[in-house]
């Protein structure tokens, strides 16, 4: 166990720690509370309730707010979680970038994100990799001013396949382990991990466009495409975690042989990666651009979209139609109510969207096409270190099985 074994507690002490910890994860999920809804949630008496409260007090763990509206009577008062009793780390270990963020129990960023290069396509073993992850999270912890012994759980986000128990399949595999026990063992602390899309999808969700939606689609594209699903307001993982492999639908157009060994993949036509190769290809080729072959970058063709050359622009429409049409597959298997466009293509805003639109117009049944709503992201780059936040609220709040507690 990470933690303490609670379990080995005697038994009135063990009834006193649960009942802490089912109040902490209350408030923490609800903000601030009065006793009484405090009682309903718990199904504990009033008199349980404030004893427990003044020992919650006293450990540091809740601040007391003071008096709130009356709803009728005596103005009741009003407690919170103290922000600094304890920190949530989140960890965006991205294909270019690593981020790392420490939230406080207000669900606010302490300082800034901290942002590092990424060694993950750097052609380093998996234990370089993992060498620098510790170093980095070591400053930032320092450079923060953080105690380590306040972080209680973190939440990390990673590219490519990975499936429920932590084994990624692309990224940082390891033959007799998994990513998520060598962080674990690497940080003394319980560690979710989850596929950056499903994150994307799950920070949407909770902080940006598909708050409300009960039936969200999130599309990441970056240099590769992924997909998060909100199903019945929950996020959906598929049987063994691993659903959502949206860069690997089939879609018409050349057989091109894509690193999964598969031919025709959505990937070779629309991502990034797929964007900047077509890119080279006119550049040979002579086409009118003011794009360079000399480093050349899916951003640096977002830019010259923006800047209106028209190579560029026809490049991201292509891309777009792409979509589009693999997103009709999808209306028509889930019916969802949103679709929100996520990932470094948004900075071509106007041009992806409206491409993805008429796309979806041409292929899908009007009356599915007219239920769902298409979105930009407004979360930027920040959307998997704020969903690693997501991810780590969703097992205080869903998971059963997890011995996870902040308390």
């Known amino acids: 166990m990470l933690t303490e074994n609670k379990t080995s507690l005697p038994g009135l002490k063990e009834k006193r720690y649960q009942q802490k910890k089912n109040i902490i994860g209350d408030l923490y999920r609800m903000g601030e509370l009065s006793k009484p809804e405090i009682c309903r949630l718990t199904n504990m008496t009033t008199p349980t309730i404030s004893k427990i409260i003044d020992e919650l007090i006293e450990e540091g763990w809740v601040i007391d707010q003071g008096q709130g509206a009356s709803i009728g009577g005596k103005r009741p008062h009003i407690f919170s979680l103290n922000p600094d009793a304890a920190y ?72 490519g396949l990975l499936d429920s128990e932590g084994n990624s399949f692309t990224y940082l595999n390891f033959e007799n382990t998994n990513i998520r026990k060598i962080l674990e063992d690497m940080l003394h602390i319980p560690i979710f991990i989850d596929n950056d899309s499903t994150i994307m999808a799950m920070a949407e969700h909770a902080f940006g466009a598909a708050q409300g939606a009960s039936h969200a689609l999130c599309v990441n594209i970056n240099e590769c495409i992924g997909l998060g699903m909100i199903l019945n307001s929950r996020p959906y993982n598929g049987f063994k975690g691993m659903a959502g492999e949206f860069g690997h639908i089939r879609i018409s157009g050349p057989e091109t042989l894509c690193y999964c060994g598969k031919a025709g993949c959505l990937e070779t036509i629309a991502s990034g990666r797929a964007i900047v190769k077509a890119a080279l290809t006119g550049i040979k080729e002579g086409k009118a651009t003011a794009l360079s072959n000399n480093k050349l970058t899916f951003a640096a063709i977002i830019q010259a979209a923006k800047q209106d050359d028209i190579f560029a622009i026809e490049l991201l429409q292509k891309a777009g139609e792409k979509i589009g049409e693999a997103l009709a597959s999808l209306i028509h298997l889930f019916n969802p109510e949103l679709i929100v466009i996520g990932g470094e293509i948004t900075g071509a805003n106007e041009i992806i969207s409206s491409s993805v639109r008429q796309a979806i117009d041409k292929y899908t049944i009007t009356r599915l096409k007219n239920q769902c709503e298409i979105k930009i992201s407004t979360l930027t780059d920040h959307s998997c270190i704020l969903g690693t936040l997501s991810l780590v609220m969703e097992h205080l709040y869903y998971d059963m099985e997890s011995n996870f507690s902040l308390y």
Not at 106 to 130: M, V, Y
């Open 88 to 159: 949530i780390m989140g960890v965006d270990i991205g294909r270019e970038h690593l981020k790392i963020a420490i939230f406080n129990l207000r669900k606010e960023i302490i300082g800034s994100i901290q942002n590092f290069p990424s060694l993950l396509e750097a052609h380093q073993d998996n234990d370089t990799i993992i060498r620098d992850l510790k170093i980095k999270i070591e400053k930032s912890l320092i450079d923060l001013k953080i105690p380590r012994s306040k972080i209680k759980v973190a939440g990390f986000s990673l590219p």
